[in-house]
C-alpha cells in the first residue's frame, strides 16, 4: 500500500498509508532503524452505538496538508454515526516528538460520549525481540524501551484527568494466535494490564463528553529518546510548552522554510506552484539531518525483496542535491557532499549505496565477473555525478573561496579514478548502469564522466591546479571523442544506449534498445541539444517509449521487466514513470523556441501531478491501465525531478518573454555563477 503523508524532522520521519494508519516509524536516522517495520498501527473510535477503526471502509476520508507545510489536515468522517474527525498531524521541528491534534465533531443533535484509541505497534531496532512496553505512573504514558531506544505514548484530553489516559493496556501479539491489545479496544473498555516484554504493543484511551452539535479538541503524541531521561524531558516539554505551540511552530517553520525558494514562482499557473512547494517538503522529508539523502521509506517494499529504498544513492543523492542548490537550499546540499566526502573510497570511487549512518548498504553487485576475473562492484556514473554537482554547489552558493577543502579530499581523488577507468578508446571502462542491471558501457555513465571531468577540470582551473586543469579537459575531450565514434550509428541516425563486452570476440557489442536515460546525452552537456543526432535520438524516444493506454507517460526502456504487468511491448513498453516522464518535458523545454513550444512539456508537468497522491505524493511508476502508484512511495528522485523541470521551465518562460535575469538557467552548460534572489 503507498505512503501518504510523510512527516519528519530529519530524525524522525513517520509515514502514513493511504488509509491513514501509521506503518513507518524511523528514528534517530531518517530512513534507517524503522522502529515500526511496516506493522500496522491502529486509530479508532467508540461512541454509544458501535466502535470503529479508522481504515473502516465506512469511514471517508481526504487527506492532505495544510498549505506549504508538513502539517496533516485529514479529514474522516462516518455518516451514519454522526462523527467527524480533522486530524493535524506533525512532527516537531526542533524536538524529537509526534504530534497529533484532534478536532471531533458531534454532528447529532444529543450530547455524546466519545473514546478515543491510539495504539502503537513497534519493532524496536526493527524487530520484536526482547521490547519492552509498561505504564509509568509518573509520565500517565506507555513507555516503550530497548536498549538505548525510547518511545512514549501519551494524551491531552479536553475532560477528565486532562493529560491522564482514562484507559490503557499492554500486551503481546504475533505469538500464541494474538493479535494485539487494539482488539481489546473493540469493546471500548481497555484491560489495564501494566506491563509485557517480548514482541509487544499497546494502547490507550482519551474520553471526552460532547455537547450536541459541537467540537473539542484532543492532543495524543510520541517523544523520541535514546535514554528514559530524555523522553521524561520532551514530556515535560509537552505539558508545559503545550503540544498546540509546538505544532503551531512547526507548521510556521514549514510554510517560512519552502517560501525561500529563490525563483520568481509567481511566474507559474497556482498548481504549478503549489506542486513545486509540495515536491520540496515531500523531498525534505527524505533528507536526514546527517547528510544521507534516501531514496524512499515505503517499507511496503520488503514484502516483495526483503530490502528495502531506505538508502543514499550517491546518484539520486547528486540530482536531488542539484535541485535543492538551484533552489537555494545550499546547507542542506552541504551536507551531502560532506556525506560524500566521508564515504569516497581511497581508490576514488563510491560505492553502490549507503546507509544513512554512512556505513555501505547491501549490494547485489558481484566483485567477479563470469570468467572468474575481478571487476568492481559500482556504477560510475555515481562518482562522476557528485563531481558534476558538487561544483555547481560552489557556484549557486557563492562559496568557491571556500571550496580548497573539497577539491583536495574529493574532486582531485574522484577525478583521478574517473580518468583512469577507461579503455584504450577513451571510453569509461564497464561499470553498473544507472538502473542497477547491467554491466557495460552505458550512454547515460559516459554523459556523467564527460559532465563529472568538466567540473573537475574547472575546481582545478579556480584553484590554480593548471596541470589537472588541462588534464582533465584533455580526457574530457577524448571521452566525448570516443562516444561521438562508438556511441553513434550512423544508419539508424541516432545514439546507442550501451555497449556490452563480447568475449568470445572480445569486442563490445551494441545495444540499441531505446532507453529514456539516453537524455542524458545532451542534459550533462556531452552534446548540444540543437545536434541534429540529439534531435533523431530523443525522437526515437518519444516514438518508442510512450505507454498507449489511457494513462499515458514515459517507460524506462523498451521492454521493461520491472514490476511488469503486460507482454505487449508495443503498447505498454513498460510502466510509466515519473521521473521518464519528466526528463521528456525537460527536453522539450530545453528545445522550446517559443512561448507556445512549451505547452506539450506543461502538459507533462500536470501529468505527473495528476498521476501523484490527492496528497502530492508521487511513487516511483504508476500502473499502466489503472494509474494507481507502484513500487515505493515516495520517491525522492521523482519530487527532485519535478523540482527541476519546474526550475527549467520557469527560466525558459523568462528567457523567451524577457521577463528578467534567466536565474535558474540551464547549468548542465555552466550559464550561472550565481543565483538572482527574486
Known sequence: MARDLPIGNGNVLINFDAAYNIRDMYYPLVGQENQSSDHLSHFGVWCDEEFFWIDNPEVSRKLTYLEDSLVTNVECTNERLGLSLLIRDGVDVQQNVFLRKIRVENRLDRQRKVKLYFHLDLQIYGNGIGDTIYYDPELNSLLFYKGHRYMSLSCLSPDEDKAKPTGYATGQKGINGLEGTWRDAEDGHLGGNPIA???????????????????????????????????????????????????????????KWVNRDQHQLSLLKEDLESFYKRSLLITRTNLDN????????DSDILKFAKDSYSYMWPRDGALVSHALDRAGYYELSRKFFDFCIKALTPEGYLMHKYNPDGSVGSSWHPWVNAQGT?????????????????????KLAGTLEQSRDDYEKFVKPAADFVVHYRDASSLPLPSYDLWEERYGVLAFTVASVYAGLVAAARFAEYHDDKARAIYYADVAAQVKKAAEQQLYDPGQQRFIRALFWNNETQSYVPDYTLDMSMYALFDFGLFELEDPRIVKTMQFLKDKLWVHTDIGGFARYENDYYHQVTNDVAKVPGNPWF???????????????TVGDLEEAERLMRWAIQHALPSGVMAEQVHPFTGDPMSVSPLTWSHASFIKVT?????????????????????SEDKVLEPVMQ
Open 197 to 255: 516484554q517480548g514482541s509487544v504493543d499497546g494502547i490507550i484511551e482519551l474520553t471526552m463528553i460532547l455537547p450536541p452539535k459541537s467540537t473539542k479538541d484532543a492532543w495524543f503524541w510520541i517523544c523520541f529518546g535514546k535514554s528514559k531521561q530524555e523522553v521524561e524531558r520532551l514530556e515535560r516539554l509537552l505539558r508545559t510548552a503545550t503540544p498546540q505551540a509546538l505544532l503551531q511552530r512547526t507548521h510556521d517553520h514549514w510554510v
Open 290 to 297: 546527517r547528510g544521507a539523502i534516501v531514496a524512499a521509506n
Open 579 to 593: 521521473i521518464c516522464t519528466l526528463w521528456y518535458a525537460e527536453w522539450l523545454i530545453a528545445a522550446a523556441n
Open 374 to 394: 575481478k571487476q568492481l562492484a559500482i556504477q560510475e556514473d555515481e562518482t562522476a555525478l557528485v563531481l558534476y554537482t558538487m561544483w555547481h554547489h560552489h
Open 647 to 667: 526550475q527549467e521551465y520557469l527560466s525558459k518562460i523568462k528567457t523567451l518573454t524577457s521577463a528578467g535575469t534567466n536565474q535558474a538557467a540551464d547549468v
